[in-house]
């Protein structure tokens, strides 16, 4: 390995806010959130480690995880002075990030002037707004940091042309860009294992409500959905369908196993958009079972309803699978169409049905606050909701009120129609309506917490603790009532301002 000249830093800049903690790495719904949750960022990861495999010096710097204050975070900065700052950044982060990176241009030197680049789902959306609003040399759009960032270095440091997917000033300070940016060309299993070491992985290990045996952590198995329609997500700006690509499940398979005898990783969380169905699935359980892996770790994936049979639940059911993340969004059929789910109402109750007999513990997402549902179709939502973890074909779930963030269909249909409140996007928070809807705010935030009390039946209660077989699921069952009490501080009731009335973070 040759040694380069240029130090790049992959960074995570905390924002001093009353809000909570941003929930910004790998994560396509963004929030400010109370509970300590802490996701691995693992294109970024494979961004170190690829960086850092052709010789450039990386410093991997997740001020939010390592929960330095803003202060602390630019001390820091300050100290290591890399040559690249590389900043990932959502719609709620952005106009904080654009001041800090301002205030970084004040303590440049003549012999130290990073390069500071922003990228992010944000940024594929509105690329040349940040170009514009802050002194960022460089914006990344589209979501594969790792090949990109790479090519970026090779530029500075040997003039490797840029692939499409930059935004750059030109020598009389004038915004250009390199084209759409390009996925397909990415063969995802040329990339090397993550660098958990160098990435700090025991940041991520533990704290997380989607792990019950720890320590845990990350793979990402596709880029990202191979539905890749759904109107709302972020990730369809810088993932969109047609560019869906997966490792094999050979080369998953092999990271799999270098993390758990390496690290000694008990479970794994999968956070592909959706699990890549048909002889995939089959493959990649066959070859935990034939390895003994399935008896060493226990894993987990991001699944769409009806996406596939009781055949492969069976498989994954044989390969130990145990934690499944639904997107139920909706019960009504309406609102599913609208955003283009390519789901049925019923499909939900008959996929959890599946995933309980083969001994998954089922989880949840559900948004309100869409433009053309009445109250009446959210209280819909919230009663089939309460009737699944009645039925005890849920173990957990996760409530929001529904954002439109710039760059995805939704964010455009809502220009189309009038629909936004505010393009403030500090507002964009998870935490107030950001579309016009039958209800305010606190009427939303009030149907928020009436579900997650709702659902703590005596019968879902009883059912929880009866399935305690273990100290494991002893500190499960902890975790996971302490973060389910501080869920509920993340949707203040009777604290909202007026849209487009917030102060920077």
Known sequence: MVKNKLSISISYPPLDTHKGTAFLSQNRQFQWTNTGNCIYPVIP??????????????????????????EQWIQRILDRKPDVIVIESKTPTIKGYWKLIDRIREYETKSWQPT????????????????????VDIVLTGGDYDFMLLNLMEHLSKGTALEPGFYYRDNSGNIKNTGLYALKHHNLDTLPFIDRDLTQWKLYAYNNGNYKYT?????????????????????????PGKAFRFFTPKRTLAEVKHVVE????????????????????HEFTKGLVDTGLNKQVR???????????????????????????????????????????????????????????????????????????????????????????????????????????????LFKQCQENNWLLTEDWNDFDMRQA????????????????????????????????????????????????????????????????????????
């Open 45 to 70: 990861a494979y961004a170190a480690s690829l960086l850092q495999e052709h010789g450039y010096k990386v410093f991997w710097d997740d001020g939010i995880a390592e929960k330095l204050s803003t």
């Open 116 to 135: 500071i680049v922003l990228m992010g789902d944000h940024l594929t959306g509105l690329p040349q707004e940040s170009m514009e609003n802050c002194k």
């Open 299 to 409: 894993y987990g994936a991001n699944m769409r309803f009806n996406a596939v049979g009781e055949r492969e639940y069976a498989a994954m059911g044989e390969a130990r699978f145990r934690f499944m993340l639904y997107g139920l969004e909706s019960s009504n059929q309406k609102t599913l169409d609208m955003l283009e789910k390519g789901t049925k109402t019923e499909d939900a109750r008959k996929s959890l049905i599946l995933a309980k007999k083969y001994g998954m513990e089922p989880h949840l997402t559900i948004m309100i606050g869409y433009p053309w549902e009445t109250r009446q179709d959210a209280e819909n939502t919230l009663e089939e909701a309460r009737r699944l973890f009645r039925d005890c074909l849920a173990d957990s779930m996760q409530a929001t009120i529904v954002i439109p963030y710039p760059g995805t269909p």
């Open 434 to 505: 950001i579309m016009k809807c039958d209800m305010d705010t606190e009427e939303l935030k009030a149907l928020v917490q009436s579900l997650f009390k709702g659902v703590l039946t005596p019968k879902f209660l009883t059912k929880k603790v009866s399935s305690i077989r273990s100290v494991d699921d002893v500190k499960h069952l902890g975790s996971y009532a302490y973060k389910f009490i501080k869920k509920l501080s993340d949707f203040p009731v009777g604290t909202t301002a007026p849209v487009g009335s917030h102060t920077n973070p």
């Open 215 to 239: 320590p845990a952590t990350y793979l990402m198995t596709g880029r990202d959905c191979w539905w890749g329609k759904c109107t709302f997500c972020s990730w369809t700006t810088i993932f």
């Open 262 to 281: 390496n690290y000694g990783i008990r479970e794994i969380f999968d956070d592909a958009g959706t699990l890549t169905p048909g002889a995939w699935i």
